[in-house]
């Protein structure tokens, strides 16, 4: 996806990029998204990974579970899962097939083909650019082709919603791990600075003390040992 000088205004705004072409007479439809999002690359893909907890960040997901994960020994894994979606009255269960490329930053999909899925497939990847240690470009594709059984409201009200909503809610739960993030290291700065602080303090109260070393038993300086006198 290239982006033009107006797509860049765009996300400069917050705004999300989006393409998306429908077959009208197939349902099948391939969507396009790109999101700025002011987090960490670590971050985002945490979230995206975080499928067990889809149903809390993602609305419209009512189920989600993985029941298969595989780490291969070229650091890539294979992440098997199972996502229900509802869309009013209509519940759809599919199974979905994920590979992770850590060295890519980038993860993958296709439907488990092994698995029964009511949708009739669904492909796509998520690739997470960094921008600076605490900003991320994220590039998000999607093709589905829904079951014949959906009816065409539903088909028509997924395909709208579907995109803009794809990245909201990943710039919304990275964005608000990254403030808890900054949060907690800003509390320990600040703990740590104050534990210095104390420990200096406490060296300069405690110079010339009786009994400390360095300071006269009887309080102040040690006088300088001038030879030839007791």
Same mark, same amino acid.
């Given at each position: 996806l290239e982006l033009t000088a107006?797509?860049?205004?765009?996300?400069?705004?917050?705004t999300t990029v989006t393409r998306q072409v429908i077959d009208k007479e197939t349902g099948a439809g391939t969507a396009f998204a790109v999101q700025d999002i002011a987090a960490s690359k670590a971050t985002v893909i945490e979230r995206i990974l975080d499928?067990?907890?889809?149903?809390?960040?993602?609305?419209?997901?009512?189920?989600?579970?993985?029941? @298969?994960?595989t780490t291969h020994k070229n650091g890539t894994q294979?992440? &098997?899962?199972?996502?229900?979606? !509802? @869309? @009013? &009255?209509?519940k759809i269960e599919y199974f979905i097939h994920h590979t992770y490329y850590p060295d890519l930053? +980038?993860?993958t999909w296709t439907l488990d083909y092994s698995r029964e899925s009511q949708l009739d497939e669904s492909v796509g990847f998520w690739y997470i650019e960094e921008k600076d240690p605490t900003h991320t470009r994220v %590039?998000?594709?999607?093709?589905?082709?829904? !079951? +014949?059984?959906?009816?065409? %409201?539903?088909?028509? &009200?997924?395909?709208?919603? @579907?995109?803009?909503?794809?990245?909201?809610?990943?710039?919304?739960?990275s964005e608000k791990a990254a403030k808890a993030e900054a949060a907690v290291k800003a509390k320990a700065a600040a703990a740590a600075a104050e534990t210095a602080s104390g420990s200096s303090g406490e060296s300069t109260a405690l110079d010339g003390k009786p009994g400390i070393p360095g300071g006269h038993p009887h309080g102040g300086k040690i006088a300088p040992y001038k030879a030839g006198k007791p």
């Open positions: 107006e797509d860049l205004k765009t996300l400069g705004k917050g499928y067990k907890n889809y149903p809390k960040m993602v609305s419209g997901v009512s189920a989600c579970s993985n029941y @298969a994960e294979t992440i &098997m899962t199972r996502m229900v979606i !509802g @869309a @009013a &009255m209509v930053s +980038s993860i %590039f998000y594709s999607v093709n589905v082709l829904l !079951g +014949s059984w959906v009816p065409g %409201f539903i088909v028509d &009200m997924m395909q709208k919603t @579907a995109l803009t909503s794809a990245t909201a809610w990943v710039k919304v739960e």
